[in-house]
């Protein structure tokens, strides 16, 4: 089932919670809502379920207006973070309410209803608990029970909010390769609501990128991340650095004088002494140690003093506060990231003072 959202917006008082949202979900798709708190992802998500009412806008599934639908007749499943199991029933008999809950017309026998619960249980790999009580299972077998339970009434589209938000970290990275695998050989139209940019990045097909109540980005993990749309969108995904500037015709400068770094920004071309911000990567940060000649040289970097060196695992995590007069363009602390071999054939000592050269940037003026 495919779903279009068109123009809806919310306000809770004085709160515009979502403005004029616009967007179209295919048929058989895996979208994350991904978005800081408050940025109205959870209430566009209940909104398509029904569990909440847009003050404007439409709701469309496969061209059919729902706006106005009843939550119990609009077919759709819904996973909550805090699992919402009843505590009084096995994990069989959770997964079969929804079906015992159907119409008498409509609602299938018992043998029926105990034939599906069992492919269900198989289906998430938790067959062998169908006697047990949730308070039985761990947290990620119970989000599993949850989850079946919202595939039983056969939905055409499935919501998950913050589904593994409650879970430690372990658990969520098994949980969510097991999510993709399971919506492969199911294809539900699904959504699913997260503040975790690597659960979007890693699980989703398409990643809408929320912010004050609006879609700031639409698009495949490897666009967004690739290819953000605004300095939001390259601030929230992932780790980075901020270094303020001037662009002037296609170059960025930070810093004043000789000792300035000028990064290239040819898409500022027309850009005239414009206050201007520039996004680099820690691990598109080049890093050395600092030499005779580098505070006059015009592209020599940033130089900075190495506050602290994190070596875990392949990578070392270097936190540097830039010297004063550097080219910092009044960044306090910045990252960079390195092999953890490169960190310790360079031999850096925490104190001593090296210079970091950004191999990469994104370049936005304000």
């Known amino acids: 089932m495919s779903i279009a959202i068109r123009e809806v917006s919310k306000d809770f008082g004085t709160f515009k919670a979502l403005r004029d949202v616009n967007l179209d ?102 067959d062998w608990l169908a006697d047990r009580y949730p308070a039985q299972l761990s947290g990620g077998q119970r989000q599993r029970i949850a989850l079946a339970r919202a595939l039983a009434v056969e939905p055409k589209v499935l919501l998950l909010d913050e589904p593994f938000g409650a879970l430690d970290a372990k658990v969520r990275k098994e949980l969510r390769r097991w999510l993709r695998r399971l919506h492969d050989d199911l294809h539900v139209t699904s959504i699913f609501v997260t503040h975790d940019q690597e659960e979007a990045l890693e699980v989703a097909d398409r990643v809408v990128l929320m912010n004050s109540g609006k879609v700031e980005q639409v698009g495949t993990p490897q666009d967004v991340w690739d290819h953000p749309a605004s300095p939001f969108v390259y601030g929230f995904l992932g780790d980075v650095n901020l270094f303020h500037g001037r662009a002037h015709e296609g170059e960025m400068q930070l810093g004043e004088g000789p000792g300035g770094l000028r990064l290239a920004s040819p898409e500022h071309s027309a850009a005239q002494d414009a206050k201007a911000f520039a996004y680099v990567r820690p691990h598109d940060l080049e890093v050395r140690r600092y030499q005779a000649g580098d505070a006059t040289h015009a592209q020599s970097g940033i130089a900075a003093k190495l506050l602290r060196a994190i070596v875990v695992g392949p990578t070392a995590r270097l936190e540097l506060a830039p010297l004063e007069g550097a080219a910092s363009g009044s960044a306090d602390i910045v990252e960079a990231h390195i092999s953890a071999q490169q960190f310790r054939e360079m031999d850096f000592k925490e104190g001593e003072t090296l210079v970091l050269t950004p191999r990469k940037a994104r370049v936005f003026v304000a």
């Open 25 to 126: 979900i295919a048929s058989g798709e895996l979208v994350a809502l991904l978005g800081p708190s408050g940025c109205g992802k959870t209430t566009l998500l209940r909104i398509i379920a029904g569990l909440e009412t847009a003050d404007r806008g439409h709701i469309l599934f496969s061209g059919e207006d729902t706006t106005d639908v009843n939550v119990r007749e609009r077919n759709v499943g819904f996973v909550f973070q805090h699992y919402a199991l009843f505590r009084h029933m096995t994990v069989f008999d959770n997964v079969a309410f929804g079906l015992r809950m159907k119409p008498r017309a409509a609602r299938p026998t018992e043998a029926v209803i105990k034939e599906k619960v069992h492919a269900l249980l198989n289906l998430v790999q938790l």
